[in-house]
């Protein structure tokens, strides 16, 4: 079997189908292995040390990484918030912090608020780097744990149309994902947002050049009874350089009961998280809803990438 050969995890371009495939894989006999209680795993990676630092907030992607790493038995340094508690509050570069971190862990996730941040660090790292966000860059690890639930739920991506809502010019989980998509065939990509945060196109050209089919629309309601999936993002304030555009984006786009009835039966309804005002509480209990789910998926694909990273080895 092909090795794992990636050495850092910064952006989807990355992947090929055969990477990928890897990774569900191990990422499957984690899930297995965690359910099942069977504990092979539980210490494969006890000499290894992960450091996570983080210089902007996170839920998912830190404590997902950190739990992954203490069920394979690794230990973890980490930080509340590497932008006021790190030295970088000092002054010191990512350059710096990177060459002296990768002195002291086996393994850096990074979350930063400068897109190309995570690519930067790994260049100046000996050890491996996971992008965890680089700002409205890549989060190529969520992408992953999309593409892994959108499997699980069709057991195929190949022919599948996915609607991408929101804040889609400062997402960068819409960014990353669209890159994965381009390793499966016959696929639809409807980009709906307010004009204001459109799909920039630099994706759109990389779509169009790798055969993904994709439009813009403004109509959620349209696109509800088309397709598989509805990929929901936040509009995320924090992004945005002018606060009038920001307030004529927010809350235009929901998914309600009314909303939720217009889809396919057989459709699901993502959200990378967190949310806002975007998927209304009540639609939590639709069977289609996904998102729990999708944040839960987190997990065994971290422990997939620390797994594969830190040992090279797909064989499981
Ligand atoms: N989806 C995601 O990246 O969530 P967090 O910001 O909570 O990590």
Redesign the pocket.
């Known amino acids: 079997m092909r090795k794992f050969d990636l050495e850092h995890v910064y952006e989807s371009q990355q992947f090929d189908s055969e990477l990928l495939d890897i990774i569900f894989t191990v990422a499957d006999e984690m899930k297995n292995d965690l359910l099942l209680k069977k504990r092979r795993y539980s210490q494969v990676l006890k000499d290894k040390i992960m450091a996570s630092l983080f210089y902007e907030?996170?839920?998912?992607?830190?404590f997902s990484f950190e739990s992954a790493m203490a069920r394979l038995g690794g230990s973890i340094l980490t930080t509340e918030n590497a932008k006021e508690f790190s030295s970088a509050s000092k002054g010191e570069t990512l350059y710096d912090s990177t060459r002296v971190m990768c002195g002291y862990a086996d393994l850096i996730v990074m979350?930063h608020n400068k897109p190309g941040s995570a690519k930067m660090a790994a260049e100046a790292s000996s050890v491996p780097v996971i992008n965890?966000?680089d700002g409205s860059g890549q989060?190529p690890t969520?992408a992953l744990l999309d593409l892994y639930t959108i499997k699980d739920s069709f057991s195929t991506i190949n022919g599948l149309s996915i609607a991408m809502v929101g804040d889609l010019k400062y997402g960068r989980?819409v960014r990353s994902l669209s890159y994965l998509l381009t390793k499966y065939s016959n696929i639809t990509i409807y980009f709906v947002s307010p004009s204001v945060c459109r799909m920039d196109d630099d994706i759109k050209n990389y779509l169009t050049e790798n055969d993904i089919k994709w439009k813009d629309e403004d109509s959620l309601e349209k696109v509800l009874p088309l397709v598989d999936c509805i990929y929901m993002t936040r509009i995320q304030r924090e992004r945005f350089p002018n606060p009038e555009d920001y307030e004529s984006a927010a809350g235009k786009y929901i998914i309600d009961v009314e909303q939720a009835g217009m889809m396919k039966e057989k459709s699901i309804i993502m959200h990378?998280?967190?949310r806002v005002d975007e998927i209304s509480r009540e639609v939590d209990k639709d069977p289609r809803a996904r998102y729990f789910q999708q944040?839960g998926n987190?997990l065994y694909i971290r422990m997939a990438l620390l797994y594969l990273l830190l040992t090279n080895n797909p064989d499981i």
């Open positions: 907030p996170s839920t998912r992607t830190r979350r965890a966000g989060h969520q989980t990378p998280l967190p944040a987190g």
